[in-house]
């Protein structure tokens, strides 16, 4: 398995937030993670990524055992539920932060800059300040910077929470599309059930800080508490 | 209505405006006789004066601005590194509490209090002393004007710049100061003028010794030599006239 | 690693300029005053507690400094959100927006000074009188500094605090919504009066409040202006502890500590109520 994390827990004060939470993943695979709000998914997505420290527990990634290594070294990026673009950068230099850092060469940051938003769809914004674009459009740069340093693990919190609807769609499809060109190992995390279906080659539920990873669709859709057979229901009675 | 609100902001320019004028007719005069309102002889024989250094003002001038500049860089640089760690610490509160209350003192009570330390180190009656003296209340002041600056989105920035790739320094380095530059700019332009408007407590660890622009003022008050006391206080006006301008112009631009 | 000795500097820098002069500055005073330290310590004593209450002296001094921070400060609250409330625009952009700054480029002493020019009775008003035509010599204007009703100091405080209350009620009228609120009391049916004193102003003044107190403890502490423009006798608390520190008189000196440690006291109760009320603001 690509990402092995073992009997994580963590607690605030008296307040268990995860309790000995093990999840396995599989490398180019996307695994979504259903869970309401405050249940222990973006406090997981953190201890994954070393900005936050477990109680007790590990995280392997490849065989290595990271739980020790600090965020930057860990090669695994973590994507907020805001944009959170640096405001002081332009589209453009945003994207290319990470490889900047990496003290790639000028022409083939370009190369990679300029590929990577025609991609996104957001060429021409790319010399736009983020206070002068769109909320979707962020989304998309603070994709672009995260896949372009082709990280080992993306780690994705409700990245399409703040987006209306079609915008999220739009979304939702261009990143299926980009994590299977870049070959993105995933954790998506999400209270929407159906983005949760869209995005995940497995899916998990998340509650009360513990966690149930299904064997299949069928598994998620008949257990209750993941709220599908209420969803149909719903649907069914209008 | 618009007239009634003409005249009031004419009136209110007219009370900040009028004490740096009559500060400035009275520091190119040389009497003012009761009951002229305008100076009967105008002169440039103070400023002249003063730009030759003839009545110790330049030195004066050169004591409050190296005293000021070492003191506002110090305490900015000082107060921005222990702000983060106030800002973002459990107990922010009761640590800023802490901070605030040698900055809510009165400098020159707190100064009198802290005189007999001065005098057995040896710190007073010189420049180290003074320095020393108004970096204990013009850090607090810079700490706590930098843990506003230290939210939730600045660590998300650092958070983010970490988790790809960026080394602390490197994030510091092209994330947080250029994020923090009209902070650290606003921040150390304040620091200058609460070293600059300081008397009370530089004339107690300084024993009158070290002669800065304040106490030249307060000198030449007690002579009742108005024009000096004139000249000085458009000395230490200027400064800050040209700090508050430049940070409004600029500095407050780059925030929005 | 890193991070943690990152910490521990800055509990350094805090404890170095901050915590460490405090405890010894504080502790020197309470020492002296109680006679354990000092030039002429004879051990444990209440006497210079009892002396610096023996008279009134020190008790009018306080009551005197903490009514003129009153006036003062209720002066400069009201007048800003006045100036706010009517100007607001004009002095968010233009030269009004710069103009409002200057008075906050002058030091104490040289408000003072410039006060005491303007306001005397040979100063710049009696002269203007004089030019009306209002009085007919020098001794026919009232002297308005070093006066029974502290008028010069009063003045020249006004002067240096009010663009900072008119800078924050500004912002706090753009940050706070407030006109929006504003909008809302009317469509319920607020006449313009009852939105300004039901809805306006006590916004402001809630949200103003800490930053109220805070003012109220400095202008505590004020120095240089009532050393200047003041009268003799009651003095402000800080004239009276340097007063009393300078003088001859040795026995004096102790006196001097008792009251600064008493001021100290008041600024820690203060500061105190203000973080309290802070809090309870940002809870709003």
New interface residues.
């Given amino acids: 398995m690509y990402l092995d994390i073992k009997k994580i827990s963590k607690a605030y004060g008296d307040r268990k937030v995860l309790q000995g939470i093990s999840l396995q993943v599989a490398a180019n695979s996307t695994i979504s993670i259903l869970g309401k709000s405050g249940c222990g998914k973006s406090t997981l997505l953190k201890i994954i990524?070393?900005?936050e420290k477990e109680d007790t527990g590990t995280v392997f990634l490849n065989d290595a055992n990271i739980s020790n290594k600090?965020?930057?070294e860990?090669?695994?990026?973590?994507l907020?539920q805001?944009a959170?673009l640096?405001?002081?950068l332009n589209v453009f230099e945003n994207i290319a932060?990470?490889l900047?850092?990496?003290k790639e060469d000028k022409h083939q940051i370009k190369t990679k800059v300029e590929y990577l938003l025609q991609k996104l769809d957001i060429e021409k914004e790319a010399y736009k300040m983020p206070g002068q674009i769109s909320g979707g459009q962020k989304q998309r740069v603070a994709f672009g910077?995260?896949i372009i340093?082709n990280p080992p693990l993306l780690l994705l919190d409700e990245p399409f929470s703040s987006l209306d609807v079609e915008t999220r769609e739009n979304m939702q499809q261009l990143y299926k599309i980009v994590a299977a060109e870049y070959n993105i190992t995933s954790l998506f995390v999400t209270h929407d059930l159906k983005e949760c279906l869209v995005m995940g080659d497995r899916i998990a539920y998340m509650e009360n800080g513990a966690l149930t990873v299904y064997n299949n669709r069928k598994d998620f859709i008949e257990d209750i508490k993941t709220g599908v057979k209420g969803e149909i229901s719903f649907w069914n009675t209008l | 209505m618009h007239k009634k609100r003409t005249i009031s902001l004419f009136l209110l320019v007219i009370y900040c405006v009028l004490p740096i004028l009559v500060l400035f007719a009275l520091s190119f005069s040389l009497n003012w006789v009761y009951p002229n309102i305008l100076p009967q002889t105008f002169t440039l024989r103070h400023w002249k004066e003063f730009l030759f250094d003839g009545n110790g003002l330049q030195q004066s001038f050169f004591n409050s601005l190296t005293i000021s500049l070492f003191v506002a860089f110090t305490s900015t640089l000082l107060g921005f590194i222990c702000s983060k760690w106030i800002a973002y610490h459990k107990r922010r509160r009761l640590l800023l509490l802490v901070t605030y209350f040698p900055f809510a003192l009165s400098p020159v009570i707190f100064a009198i209090c802290l005189k007999f330390y001065f005098l057995k180190a040896g710190l007073a009656g010189n420049l180290p002393g003074i320095i020393i003296a108004q970096l204990i209340i013009a850090f607090p002041y810079a700490t706590i004007f930098f843990t506003s600056f230290w939210n939730k989105s600045i660590k998300d920035y650092s958070n983010i710049a970490s988790t790809l790739g960026s080394s602390p320094f490197n994030s510091y380095l092209k994330i947080i100061f250029p994020l923090a530059k009209s902070f650290l700019l606003t921040g150390f332009f304040q620091c200058f003028i609460i070293s600059w408007f300081e008397y009370g407590l530089t004339n107690i660890i300084g024993y009158g010794k070290v002669q800065t622009l304040t106490i030249r003022v307060f000198q030449f008050i007690g002579e009742a030599n108005i024009f000096y006391a004139a000249l000085s206080s458009c000395l230490l006006i200027l400064p800050p006239v040209i700090l508050l301008w430049v940070n409004k112009k600029f500095v407050v631009h780059q925030t929005r | 690693m890193k991070i943690k000795t990152s910490n521990s500097i800055s509990f350094l820098l805090l404890v170095v300029f901050a915590i460490i002069p405090l405890l010894l500055g504080l502790g020197y005073a309470l020492l002296y005053s109680f006679g354990i330290v000092g030039v002429l310590n004879h051990g444990f004593t209440l006497q210079n507690w009892e002396a610096a209450f023996a008279n009134n002296e020190v008790l009018y001094s306080f009551f005197y400094t903490v009514g003129l921070s009153l006036v003062s400060l209720f002066s400069c609250v009201s007048t800003g959100i006045f100036l706010a409330l009517y100007f607001g625009k004009k002095l968010q952009k233009g030269i009004g927006s710069y103009i409002i700054y200057l008075p906050m480029a002058f030091p104490s002493v040289v408000a003072a000074f410039f006060f005491f020019q303007f306001l005397s009775n040979a100063g710049l008003l009696s002269r203007l009188c004089y030019k009306l035509g209002l009085i007919k010599s020098v001794t026919d204007f009232t002297n308005l500094v070093n006066d029974q009703y502290s008028i010069g100091i009063i003045a020249a405080q006004f002067f240096l605090t009010l663009p900072i209350f008119v800078l924050l009620y500004i912002s706090i009228i753009a940050n706070e919504n407030i006109e929006r609120l504003s909008l809302l009391a009317t469509s319920l049916g607020a006449r313009k009066s009852q939105v300004l004193w039901r809805i306006t102003i006590p916004a402001l003044l809630k949200k103003s409040f800490p930053t109220i107190v805070l003012y109220f403890i400095f202008k505590l502490g004020t120095y240089e202006i009532p050393l200047l423009l003041g009268r003799s006798s009651p003095e402000t608390v800080s004239v009276l502890i340097v007063r009393k520190m300078q003088r001859f008189n040795l026995m004096d000196i102790p006196q001097g500590y008792v009251v600064a440690v008493i001021y100290a006291l008041l600024v820690i109760v203060l500061l105190i109520f203000s973080f309290k009320s802070s809090h309870t603001v940002a809870d709003a």
Avoid: D, S, T
């Fill in positions: 990524a070393g900005i600090k965020p930057n860990r090669n695994i990026v973590y907020f805001e959170l640096f405001p002081h932060f990470g900047r850092i990496r910077r995260a340093i």
